[in-house]
């Protein structure tokens, strides 16, 4: 799986849009890029993934620029509840065996 | 669901002591099967994975070791811990074509 590279923490007002970015320059074609986060002391939770096209759900938003070789996560509205280390991934779609580094710690501040 | 259980929930051991961590999941059958750890301040490291009972593959080698006796139970163990083993150990599921793991509670270790 390729490498990724984030940024050890961010800091975001409660309110305002999180833009967390992740590198992952030597991304291969058939793999994807997903993004979990864990909160203080439980399980890492699934947020989105995608391929090339951006992603939207209820959580979060994925944007991939056109080379693949980078990509951010944006939370539109962070609350307090959003604080939590947030990882971005690069795997093969049909193989799970997932692979996290040490992600970035987003702070929301009230 | 997809939920998964871990116990215990907190565990403190002392250094030579064995290890037995369980996990049960419910759900469709035939699961991946995964184990992690988390050492304090660190990223997550993949330690075992199971595609199905009896299979067993591991990443990293160390002295623990894993079993999957039945389809929905996945345990980890060790005959005598060391004070490296302390950590958060989480196991996760994540089922054929479907994209997302999911993880458990998780267990936290402490080897004194």
């Known amino acids: 799986d390729a490498k990724t590279t984030q940024p050890p923490s961010m800091d975001c007002a409660e309110g305002r849009a999180a833009n967390l970015p992740c590198n992952h320059s030597?991304?291969?074609?058939?793999?994807?890029v997903y993004w979990y986060r864990q909160i203080h002391s439980q399980g890492p939770q699934y947020i989105i993934h995608?391929?090339?096209n951006n992603e939207t759900n209820e959580m979060a938003s994925l944007i991939i620029t056109e080379d693949r070789k980078s990509s951010t996560l944006i939370l539109p509205h962070a609350t307090l509840r959003d604080t939590a280390v947030y990882y971005c991934?690069?795997?093969?779609?049909?193989?799970?065996?997932?692979?996290f580094g040490t992600g970035t710690k987003l702070q929301v501040i009230p | 669901s997809q939920t998964i259980h871990q116990w215990p929930a907190t565990l403190v051991q002392p250094v030579g002591s064995p290890l037995s961590l369980e996990c049960t999941v419910e759900?469709?059958?035939?699961?991946?099967l995964y184990w992690y750890r988390q050492a304090a301040g660190r990223g997550l490291q993949l330690l075992f994975y199971s595609v199905g009972i009896g299979q067993i593959s591991s990443e990293v080698p160390q002295n623990l070791s894993a079993s999957r006796p039945q389809d929905r139970q996945f345990i980890l163990s060790s005959k005598k811990l060391l004070l490296s083993d302390s950590g958060f150990y989480l196991c996760?599921?994540?089922?054929?074509?479907?994209?997302?793991?999911?993880f458990g509670p998780g267990t936290r270790l402490t080897v004194l």
């Open positions: 996760a599921r994540g089922d054929p074509g479907y994209n997302e793991q999911f």
């Open positions: 991934i690069v795997r093969h779609g049909g193989y799970q065996k997932v692979t």
């Open positions: 030597t991304i291969s074609g058939n793999e994807y």
């Open positions: 759900g469709t059958s035939n699961p991946n």
């Open positions: 995608g391929l090339k």
